[in-house]
């Protein structure tokens, strides 16, 4: 005779528990997914510029007032990476960086992702215009229509689409100072224009590192428009610029002679390694 264990699950009890445990695996894999089209390492970057444009407006910004800009900047950056990625969605999936995402592995469909982008950007918008200002939340809807809008297409267009594309990366310092101010000075104009000209170097040295996967994706970015050598000149030519834009706030005497040396210790080195990519023989290392 085999005696049973009353304490022993059923088989159907086994069956319902295993149900539910992969009905949860789901679930979590849903939401991953749900973060991954926010991309979050990208958002993290856009609250710690949109902070430091915040802390280097004269005053002290209201925390309360403080806290809703951050969160909703990040929201509305959470629905622009996201339309770029529906809108993107088989172009991710012919490049080895990308053809991991939520799209063009199916972990989402399209419809889930616009309604999670129009309730995401919807309501940082809201909590933007009725939290922080009416200046704040435009400079927002601005960076975010000029991303999905003007500067996703124009990537498959001309080399040009560079230029739009760092518009929108360089307003998060202006959404900062006016979230603070309620206006624009000088000083958050030179931050627009200093993380505006550093994006150009850095995505210039992206386009080298990735030119096989853009080119096998049909993106016109520069170096497989014209070429790794005319890529890496400019991205010289940006780095000296950066130089320059780095060291305006002390010209016109918005800065001391401690940011000064910080600025241009950084900018040389950066303009150092920039130029040193005219020589080298391994272009991916560089």
Known sequence: MISSDPCAPSADASRDLATSAKSEARDLSR???FVELAKPGVGGLVILTTLCGALTAPGSPSLWRLLAALSGTSLVVAAANGLNMVIERETDALMSRTRVRPLPTHRLTPQAALVFCAASGSVGLALLFGFVGWLAALLTAA????????????KKVTPLALFVGAVPGALPPLIGWASARGSLE??????FALLYVWQLPHFLAITIFRKD????????????????????VEIAIYSLALVFVSL?????GLAGMGYAVVALTCGLGFLVLATAGLSVRDDRRW
């Open 31 to 33: 939401v991953g997914a």
């Open 143 to 154: 960076a975010l229509i000029s991303y999905v809008v003007a500067y996703t297409p124009l």
């Open 186 to 191: 000088r000083l958050a104009w030179l931050e």
């Open 213 to 232: 996967e853009y080119a096998r994706a049909g993106l016109r970015v520069l170096s497989v428009a014209h070429g790794i050598r005319r890529t890496k």
């Open 248 to 252: 305006l706030p002390v010209g016109l």
